[in-house]
T-cell receptor
Framework: AQSVTQLGSHVSVSEGALVLLRCNYS??????LFWYVQYPNQGLQLLLKYTTGATLVKGINGFEAEFKKSETSFHLTKPSAHMSDAAEYFC????????????FGIGTKLQVIP | EAGVTQFPSHSVIEKGQTVTLRCDPI?????LYWYRRVMGKEIKFLLHFVKESKQDESGMPNNRFLAERTGGTYSTLKVQPAELEDSGVYFC???????????FGEGSWLTVV
């Protein structure tokens, strides 16, 4: 069964510093990969997704992620953290066969320190 | 265009009572999903509707949970009788046919005391 691992349930960065949130998936067949964000008292919002094609994908709010098949990873980055980036981030995977069931990681809470 | 809407946003009930959560998907979305996040755990899949049919209900925890989607529009998730371990956030989501993008609602927070 598909599994998604997020390293670090809590990550703190200083405002202006690089944000790096780690995600690894388990399947031998590369799945479709997603990052969702949940701001306080809001729902899950799609940040970006990888399905096929270019392995570096850009999302909203300056975030990007790179699919690395050899490392089974899909880490999320942002060059310079902003206070408004404080939220919980979820990595997720969907089997590329087209079945739409999504498997989530446990989530990483990002704290941005002024 | 309205997003996925869920009601109620918060609910506190006593153990043994019944709660019904409602989800209105984005108009035109045939796929509707229910997910749940128990405190400190992953968001987990409960079930998937395609129109009014249950495509996959493998994630439903037990027979105290009943999901319906009459007419292929809105869906309800009933928990009867509720237990303490049912507390968590219940997310509804929807997508168009064959789309990789799933849109989530804001969730329904359920607390069973």
């Amino acid at each position: 069964a598909q599994s998604v691992t997020q390293l670090g349930s809590h990550v703190s960065v200083s405002e202006g510093a690089l944000v790096l949130l780690r995600c690894n998936y388990s399947s031998s067949v590369p799945p479709y990969l997603f990052w969702y964000v949940q701001y306080p008292n809001q729902g899950l919002q799609l940040l970006l997704k990888y399905t096929t094609g270019a392995t570096l994908v850009k999302g909203i709010n300056g975030f990007e992620a790179e699919f690395k098949k050899s490392e089974t990873s899909f880490h999320l980055t942002k060059p310079s953290a902003h206070m408004s980036d404080a939220a919980e981030y979820f990595c997720a995977a969907m089997n590329s066969g087209g079945y739409q069931k999504v498997t989530f990681g446990i989530g990483t809470k990002l704290q941005v320190i002024p | 265009e309205a997003g996925v809407t869920q009601f109620p946003s918060h609910s506190v009930i006593e153990k043994g009572q019944t709660v019904t959560l409602r989800c209105d998907p984005i108009s035109g979305h045939d796929n509707l999903y229910w997910y749940r996040r128990v405190m400190g755990k992953e968001i987990k899949f409960l079930l998937h509707f395609v129109k009014e049919s249950k495509q996959d209900e493998s994630g439903m925890p037990n027979n105290r949970f009943l999901a319906e989607r009459t007419g292929g529009t809105y869906s309800t998730l009933k928990v009867q009788p509720a237990e303490l371990e049912d507390s968590g956030v219940y997310f509804c989501a929807s997508s168009q046919d064959r789309s990789h993008t799933i849109y989530f609602g804001e969730g329904s927070w359920l607390t069973v005391v």
